[in-house]
């Protein structure tokens, strides 16, 4: 038997046992080590937000379509950040280039489950680089996030960046902004969190809550304005404060997982007088000027290869470890009470 964690409604979770499953051809068996939880997309489905509960993604048209649900209750195994050792390898698979072979740790995608079945081609080049500590490797994803939302940014040496939102993914983007040049200003609305982003590489910290955000940066930069926001919070005000914090033709990258309608986004104000360029940043894709070089694999590789090298530290952000047969208080953590953690980490 397997152990698979699912939502079973809002706001309710249970780890449940399936029957073991079989190892199809071209696949790979691992056993799970370490299932890092997202704090914003997976929170979209525990509370029951999820646009995808209540309509359907047209992947032909690129239109979501009223009418029908695209996911139900019970929602298994989701998460996009695991770690595990290959156990089997299906014999048609077995030989392949820089397939990984049984013993071999590795990162990748499979959900909040005990053992993983995945595509031989989507593990080629997965073996955790040497010397990283495994629990590191479940940090492929979200840094992957991170960078593509600064590569979006296009920040070059010496520009003012503003961060918005210091969890995570924000603290990540802080220290990836700041190896590219930037000069970058933090922002969230806990202090333990900006306290953090200093030691990330923020030379500027600002309360969302107590600063006057656009005009402390309006400040900081002699009246200017930020080059770059990165709103990676998806809070349509964090999102709205960005907007109003950037140059005339600044630029705006939004990576939030933006829920439901726009209240506090008020696109009649600074956006449209100061012509600031809004641009999306989503994991599924990398921007479209950077197609040619780089993909979302790139992304996942070149991020776990600068926390191996020692430029971006990530296991001390790691701020709880919990066994998965205790997930369901795992999410009502990070649901309830999100000053207290930051990345919270199932352990099988």
Known sequence: MERVVQFTGPRQVEVAEQPRADLPAGHLRIRTRYSGISAGTELTAYRGTNPYLTRTWDAEARLFRDGAAGMEYPVAGWGYSEVGEVLEVAPDAAGAPGLPQPGDLVWGIWGHRSEGVVPAERMIGHTLPAGLEPLAGAFARVGAIAYNAVLAGDVHVGEDVAVFGQGVIGLITTRLAQLNGARVTAVDALDGRLKTAERYGARHTLNARTDDVAERVRAATGGLGADLAIEISGAYPALHEALRSVAVGGRVVASGFYQGDGIGLRLGDEFHHNRVQLVCSQIGG???????????????????????????????????????????????????????????VLEF
């Open 286 to 344: 990398v921007p479209p000027q950077l197609a040619h070089r780089w993909t979302v694999e790139r992304l996942q590789r070149t991020f776990l290869r600068l926390v191996a090298e020692g430029q971006v530290d990530v296991t001390s952000l790691v701020s709880h470890l919990i066994p998965v047969a205790d997930a369901a208080d795992a999410y009502v953590l990070l649901d309830e009470r999100p000053a207290d953690a930051l990345q919270v």
